[in-house]
């Protein structure tokens, strides 16, 4: 059994900053990508950003220079560091992180329940 948390959404004044942190536990064998996504009303869930085992990172040309995402190996922890936010950054933000199980050594896609990200004055 796997659990992905996600914490730190909220709601932010434009130009205001958020960090989004997601912290994967349970019968893990090891974590290979981790990343966030994000689904605004009507739209389909896109990458946000991702960072892969060695820390080479991507990310969404809308965010550049915005969001910096990184990864915390020893806690099993990844976190988006988001500035300068703008209200078409409101959607629900998802981690999403690709590992193998005690059980299972194929790798897979896991996803958080989503934490909600809302940009407004």
């Known amino acids: 059994q796997v659990q992905l948390v996600e914490s730190g959404g909220g709601l932010v004044q434009p130009g205001g900053s958020l960090r989004l942190s997601c912290v994967a536990s349970?019968?893990?064998?090891?974590?290979?990508?981790m990343g966030w996504y994000r689904q605004a009303p009507g739209k389909q869930r896109e990458l946000v950003a991702a960072?892969?085992?060695?820390?080479?990172?991507t990310y969404a040309d809308s965010v550049k220079g915005r969001f910096t995402i990184s990864r915390d190996n020893a806690k099993n922890t990844v976190s988006l560091q988001m500035n300068s936010l703008k209200p078409e950054d409101t959607a629900v933000f998802y981690c999403?992180?690709?590992?193998?199980?005690?059980?299972?050594?194929?790798?897979?896609?896991?996803w958080g329940q989503g934490t909600q990200v809302t940009v407004s004055s």
């Open positions: 960072v892969t085992t060695g820390g080479m990172t």
């Open positions: 349970g019968s893990i064998f090891m974590i290979y990508a």
């Open positions: 999403k992180t690709t590992m193998s199980l005690t059980y299972d050594l194929s790798r897979r896609d896991y």
